[in-house]
């Protein structure tokens, strides 16, 4: 005969020969079935071990409600402002480079977040109104380390963003998220109004460097480029007929002179073969006449050499054609010897008979009359043979002149025909050496015009700064912000307090059936002992024993159960509350201290009285 625990102690059922519902649903083949018979046989563990599955579960829901109470809130403070960017801020130059606005759009967050920002932040804000200065009211060495502290600890909390709305337009939005919320909104609008005011300050700072760099960068650029012209143009002098653009100039030049040689040549020979003609003339001419004889003759009749004489001849001719000139303008004008006309061409007059006494100039050179029928048959005078020979002695002297500068003119073109093949010769490397010096030069103006324009481009950024027109910055929305946390969120508090009582009663519950040693049922008896249960009969219970189960189920169970329940739901609704009503938290949590107080002065009062 085998004794079962009574159900005070083991929870079994009252009949000990009642079927397990699992057995009893052992043939059902309904959907779900194997999950029903799952759920079922976890619901008798629970309801079996609940003491231990309620204990544990409330202890830790209480300790996760409770810890949840110190657990840091985040709270929110948010602003957003507009910002309008001037034109000209779209080739703004930055850190010895171009680049455009984009660049320095990007650097927004760390600039508002930057130390020198946070800094002017909290002494706005009065946070370092406390800290120890020296006597000249500045920092100390520990003072300026508690700042920069406060300075980074607050960075570190804002976060600042921008979202592009038009053209030059762009809404920028600065959140602060950390544990104060007293501090939130007047945190954002003192980083928007510092960051406003920095901005334009180091603005003007940036585009004074950047001026003072290009400047240097311009006359640096400036004497390089002076050094690649004089360059470029030692190469012209030293190189004049390479030509990088068209090289093919050199072959037809030499073409060209070659030309222009056969050309002198021809003309050459010309000249010589009229020289010769002339000479063959003033031969003949010398052999049928004595011109000295003829000349000592005339000097002997009157006519006198000086009739024959070139200079003489020429003033003559002059004086004939002044005097022919003023009879003229005095019989056809009527003009007097007192008009002024009349009066300017005596005195051109007597200018010609003082250069007729002075003698004929070097440069001066006689011309011969035509005087036909120049042989001794047309009966020619002495004087027309003599001016005959005088012509003809000129045109030989300039044209032995003309084959002189024929001769020099074909040396001329004898050496630059050596100069074109010799630079023909050296074509190939001569226009390498050019284009090198001309890339040089290109390059050297390139950069003289970037950063010229670039010059262009930063003093209308200076002046717009000091004009307030660069950036405009506008106030869109006033600082909002909560004094609700954002985080933690109390559902999810709520959910993981929970959560982690039920994992901790059920871990409990598993413990508990793997160590329980105590038989539900008969069958279970057989099984273990591997015999045939004959009969089996209940636990003998006694009067006492009925009146202290009765104590424990309506008496003690009750009160243990709604006090861990009780304890679960009132630290929940504290960790609720805290998170969302932190103003009545504050009130009730309050109140211990105030009782505290009572008791305390009560004391005081009984003591002293």
């Keep these: 005969m085998t004794k079962f625990s009574s159900p005070s102690k083991g929870g079994r059922p009252k009949n000990p020969t009642s079927t397990d519902p699992s057995e009893a649903n052992a043939g059902d083949e309904r959907p779900f079935s194997e999950i029903r018979k799952n759920l079922n046989g976890l619901l008798r563990l629970v309801t079996l071990h609940r003491w231990a599955f309620l204990l544990p579960f409330s202890f830790v829901s209480c300790i996760a409600f409770i810890l949840s109470l110190y657990y840091p809130r985040s709270y929110r403070a948010m602003t957003t402002f507009e910002r309008r960017n001037d034109p000209v801020m779209v080739n703004l130059p930055m850190e010895g480079g171009l680049a455009s606005f984009k660049y320095f759009k990007a650097t927004m967050e760390r600039d508002i977040t930057s130390l020198p920002c946070m800094r002017t932040v909290v002494d706005n804000l009065g946070m370092t109104k406390d800290l120890e200065r020296d006597k000249e009211g500045k920092f100390t060495n520990l003072a300026s380390k508690q700042r920069d502290s406060m300075a980074r600890s607050l960075g570190s909390r804002i976060t600042a963003s921008s979202v592009k709305r038009g053209i030059g337009i762009d809404l920028v939005k600065i959140v602060y998220n950390g544990p104060d919320p007293s501090i939130g909104r007047k945190l954002v609008d003192e980083v928007r109004r510092t960051y406003c005011a920095l901005t334009m300050e180091w603005l003007l700072a940036d585009l004074t460097k950047q001026r003072t760099y290009f400047q240097h960068e ?39 002179l070659e030309m222009e040689r056969r050309e ?126 005088n012509r003809i002695l000129v045109r030989v002297s300039a044209q032995e002149s003309r084959i002189k500068d024929i001769q020099i003119s074909l040396g001329t073109n004898d050496l630059a025909i050596k100069q074109m093949e010799h630079a023909k010769s050296e074509l190939m490397r001569t226009e390498e050496l ?176």
């Design 218 to 256: 311009e006359k640096t650029a400036r004497e390089n480029l002076k050094k690649a012209q004089r360059a470029e143009m030692l190469m012209r002098l030293q190189n004049p007929h390479a030509d990088p653009i068209n090289p093919g100039m050199v072959t037809l030049r030499l073409a060209q």
């Design 264 to 389: 002198l040549l021809l003309r050459k020979r010309e000249y010589v073969a009229d020289l010769a003609m002339l000479q063959q003339t003033l031969a003949t001419l010398n052999d049928d006449y004595d011109i000295e004889a003829n000349a000592n003759t005339n000097e002997g009749t009157g006519d006198g050499a000086q009739s024959f004489d070139p200079w003489a001849i020429h003033i003559e001719r002059l004086l004939a054609t002044m005097d022919d000139k003023i009879k003229e303008s005095m019989s056809q004008r009527g003009l007097t010897e007192q008009h002024p006309d009349v009066k300017a061409m005596f005195a051109e007059r007597a200018q010609i008979v003082q250069a007729g006494a002075n003698g004929p100039p070097r440069d001066f050179q006689p011309q011969a009359v035509e005087l036909p029928g120049a042989s001794p048959e047309s009966g020619m005078t002495t004087r027309e043979v003599y001016w005959e020979r």
């Design 434 to 609: 050019y284009s090198d010096r001309l890339a040089v030069l290109s390059r050297a103006q390139a950069e003289v015009k970037k950063i010229v324009d670039v010059l262009v481009t930063i003093d209308p950024a200076i002046k717009a700064v000091r004009e307030n027109r660069l950036l405009q910055f506008s106030k869109n929305t006033r600082p909002s912000g909560s004094y609700l946390p954002v985080a933690p969120r109390a559902q999810v508090i709520v959910l993981l307090a929970l959560l982690a009582g039920l994992i901790t009663g059920t871990i409990f519950v598993v413990l508990a059936e793997i160590f329980d040693n105590v038989f539900r049922s008969s069958s279970q008896v057989a099984k273990t002992l591997g015999l045939t249960m004959l009969e089996s009969i209940d636990e003998i219970v006694t009067t006492d024993d009925r009146r202290r189960l009765f104590v424990r189920r309506m008496v003690v169970s009750p009160l243990i159960v709604t006090g861990c329940l009780g304890l679960t739901v009132l630290s929940g609704s504290m960790a609720y509350l805290s998170l969302e009503r932190p103003a009545d938290y504050q009130r009730i949590a309050k109140i211990p201290h105030a009782v505290m107080n009572l008791f305390t002065e009560a004391q005081s009062t009984d003591s002293g009285g």
